[in-house]
T-cell receptor, first 114, second 115 residues
Framework: DGGITQSPKYLFRKEGQNVTLSCEQN?????MYWYRQDPGQGLRLIYY???????QKGDIAEGYSVSREKKESFPLTVTSAQKNPTAFYLC?????????????FGPGTRLTVT | AQSVTQLDSHVSVSEGTPVLLRCNYSSSYSPSLFWYVQHPNKGLQLLLKYTSAATLVKGINGFEAEFKKSETSFHLTKPSAHMSDAAEYFCVVSGRDGATNKLIFGTGTLLAVQP
C-alpha cells in the first residue's frame, strides 16, 4: 500500500530543544517537500528536495534544517533558532517538479513547543 | 509571479444543496491548478487538477471545477452537499521558483454542512 508516513502524529518539546520530524515515502517519487500550516495562512514551504543529496530552501527556511540521504526519506529538524515552532507540519512528495505534477501529502505531525 | 485568492474563508450549506467554493488566480503563463481537501488534523487529499486540457475538470466525490481564463477563475462546485464534505478546501496554482515549479496555496475555505 503506497503512501507517505509521518511520525509521530503529536510531538511535545520544551523550548530550546531541537526536534526531528520523520517523513518516509514508498511511492518512488524523486521530489519531497516540507510545509508548515498555521490557522488561516494556508501552507508555507519550508524546504524541498528534487533528488537525493540535494535540497533547497523554501519561503520560510530559517530555523529549520533537512537532509536527503535516501530517496524515500526526508527528515526535518526544527532547531531552537526557530522563533515560533508550534504548528502543524506536512510532508509531501511528487514524481517530479514539473508544472503538472500534483503533490501527495502525509497525515502530518502536530508539534507543540512550550 | 503566480498567486491564488480564495474569496470566502467560510461557506455554510445545507445537506443536499449545491456547493460553490470560489478561487481566482494570477499567472504570467498558462497555469496548472489544483483543488485539495483537508479534514481536521489530516493531510491534504487531491480532489482534481487542471493542466491545460479540458476546461471542465471532474474530480473525486462528485466535485468538479471549471477553468475560465477570461475570468481568471477556477471555482469548485458540487451539485449536492453531503455531511462528509465538511472540511477545509485549498485552491492551488503551480508557480515557478527559478528552474523549479512549486505549489502556491490559497488560504483555504472552511466548508460547513448543516443537516
Amino acid at each position: 500500500d503506497g503512501g507517505i508516513t509521518q511520525s509521530p502524529k503529536y510531538l511535545f518539546r520544551k523550548e530550546g530543544q531541537n526536534v526531528t520530524l520523520s517523513c518516509e515515502q514508498n511511492l518512488n517519487h524523486d521530489a519531497m517537500y516540507w510545509y508548515r500550516q498555521d490557522p488561516g495562512q494556508g501552507l508555507r514551504l519550508i524546504y524541498y528536495s528534487q533528488i537525493v543529496n540535494d535540497f533547497q530552501k523554501g519561503d520560510i527556511a530559517e530555523g529549520y534544517s533537512v537532509s536527503r540521504e535516501k530517496k524515500e526519506s526526508f527528515p526535518l529538524t526544527v532547531t531552537s533558532a526557530q522563533k515560533n515552532p508550534t504548528a502543524f507540519y506536512l510532508c509531501a512528495s511528487s514524481v517530479g517538479t514539473g508544472q503538472t505534477y500534483e503533490q501527495y501529502f502525509g497525515p502530518g505531525t502536530r508539534l507543540t513547543v512550550t | 509571479a503566480q498567486s491564488v485568492t480564495q474569496l470566502d474563508s467560510h461557506v455554510s450549506v445545507s445537506e443536499g444543496t449545491p456547493v460553490l467554493l470560489r478561487c481566482n488566480y494570477s499567472s504570467s503563463y498558462s497555469p496548472s491548478l489544483f483543488w485539495y481537501v483537508q479534514h481536521p488534523n489530516k493531510g491534504l487529499q487531491l480532489l482534481l487538477k487542471y493542466t491545460s486540457a479540458a476546461t471542465l475538470v471532474k474530480g473525486i466525490n462528485g466535485f468538479e471545477a471549471e477553468f475560465k481564463k477570461s475570468e481568471t477563475s477556477f471555482h469548485l462546485t458540487k451539485p449536492s452537499a453531503h455531511m462528509s464534505d465538511a472540511a477545509e478546501y485549498f485552491c492551488v496554482v503551480s508557480g515557478r521558483d527559478g528552474a523549479t515549479n512549486k505549489l502556491i496555496f490559497g488560504t483555504g475555505t472552511l466548508l460547513a454542512v448543516q443537516p
